[in-house]
């Protein structure tokens, strides 16, 4: 399986080059009508197979996501350490991207004359029935989280609201107990189950999608889009970079006693195990196992705070998705106000929470971070490209995010073993 997606973003990337290309000589020969009439439709349809499993993959998955933290409750305060650490340092991940997107800029490098066609290429989907991007009141936003009407909030793809019934359900489901709950909770397991392999046969064809769109892109804008998306990408690998070092070593320091070379010296099999297989999931035995006999966490710690943690902690693919809405923004030429930029946190953070901890689940959670503020969904294919070596980056902050919270909690339980079998 890990050969497989290897071999699908090898594809994606390829894709990506031969796009590049063919757009540099269609805008050389001045076929632009010939992509646009051919070609980009291919793209175009990539994106709206994108678009029609959002809804459903997110509900069912927080629904799924939120029934199985029923230990929570019993875990008392271990389980209310564990959720507070994720939720904490995913906002702090999220504000750092923004943070160096704003400073940055990566997506301002485009001329006014490529600006202004992606702005008219934007305001056509507005017109085409697109997600409004009318600003609201930080008042507004929050209280628009809770939905009067949750059908409509379907309908309309309304994220936030969406999201927020998906928790509330998955809670209150858990506390009908299992015996009226499961059938319920078994239904929406399989609707999971189902969309998350629709996921994958939708990513067989990315390679098609991403041609076209970065075909189309190159053949409208030329080189500077390449030259843009390389500023983009050293922003969110500085990002993730700064967030590593500095965020979680910091936690350490301030929560624990383990200091930041040991715990690096630990944790560095997972580390290359995620980087390998950008694969929280994949990698979480060997996490386990890196935090129990390499940092002396306590099994009972690590079995509950390390599965949680490749579930709800997306501290990487949280700051990557921030990074990337400024940066669509910037391309399309969007001033995001402060509000709107907080509704990415907001979005990010619990989007977060019901993203799967597989390799390309940044794209889905991105999309949903996207048309929370407006930006159109077609920028996905311009940065779909380069996404392969920053989900491998991405899961390694992941992967090293969860680390940090099992010892920290185990320090404050004071529970870390002072010489653990691995060192």
Avoid: W
């Amino acid at each position: 399986m890990a050969m497989r997606k290897l071999q699908l973003h090898t594809k994606i990337l390829l894709a990506m080059v031969v796009g590049a290309g063919f757009g540099l000589l269609a805008n050389r020969l001045d076929l632009a009508s010939f992509v646009a009439t051919y070609v980009q439709p291919v793209g175009t349809a990539f994106v709206r197979l994108i678009g029609m499993v959002i809804v459903p993959l997110v509900f069912a998955s927080l629904v799924v996501g939120t029934t199985s933290l029923g230990d929570v409750r019993s875990l008392g305060r271990i389980g209310a350490k564990t959720i507070g650490f994720y939720l904490c340092t995913t906002v702090v991940a999220i504000s750092i991207g923004l943070l160096l997107a704003n400073l940055v800029q990566p997506g301002s490098g485009l001329s006014e004359n490529a600006k202004s066609r992606l702005i008219e290429g934007a305001a056509q989907q507005d017109a085409a029935g697109k997600t409004p991007r009318e600003s609201a009141s930080i008042k507004d936003v929050l209280l628009n989280i809770i939905p009067t009407n949750p059908i409509r909030a379907f309908a309309e793809g309304q994220m936030l609201q969406i999201i927020f019934f998906a928790l509330l359900t998955g809670v209150c489901l858990t506390l009908i107990g299992a015996e009226r709950g499961g059938p319920a909770i078994r239904f929406f397991e399989a609707v999971n189950d189902a969309m998350v392999m629709m996921v994958h046969l939708i990513m067989k064809v990315a390679p098609f999608g991403v041609f076209a769109l970065i075909a189309a892109v190159v053949t409208d804008f030329g080189l500077h889009i390449l030259l843009v998306l390389a500023k983009y990408s050293a922003v969110v690998l500085a990002g993730l970079l700064l967030h590593m070092l500095l965020v979680y070593s910091l936690c350490l320091r301030l929560f624990s006693k383990m200091g930041a070379g040991r715990f690096f010296r630990g944790i560095r099999p997972a580390q290359l195990i995620a980087f390998s297989s950008a694969s929280s999931s994949a990698t979480l035995p060997v996490t386990i196992e890196c935090a129990a006999e390499n940092l002396g966490v306590p099994r009972h710690i690590c079995s509950f705070t390390l599965p949680l943690g490749a579930t709800v902690n997306m501290d990487g693919t949280s700051l990557y998705q921030g990074v990337a809405a400024v940066f669509l923004a910037q391309l399309y030429g969007m001033d995001l106000s402060c509000t709107q930029q907080l509704t990415i946190v907001l979005t990010a953070t619990l989007a977060s929470i019901g993203a799967a901890g597989t390799p390309g689940a940044g794209i889905v959670t991105l999309a949903i971070v996207l048309g929370s503020i407006g930006v159109p969904l077609e920028g996905i294919g311009i940065i779909l490209g380069v996404d392969r070596i920053l989900d491998m980056c991405r899961t390694v902050v992941n992967v090293t995010g969860d680390a940090v919270c099992a010892v920290v909690v185990a320090s404050t339980e004071n529970q870390v073993r002072r010489a653990p079998t691995g060192e």
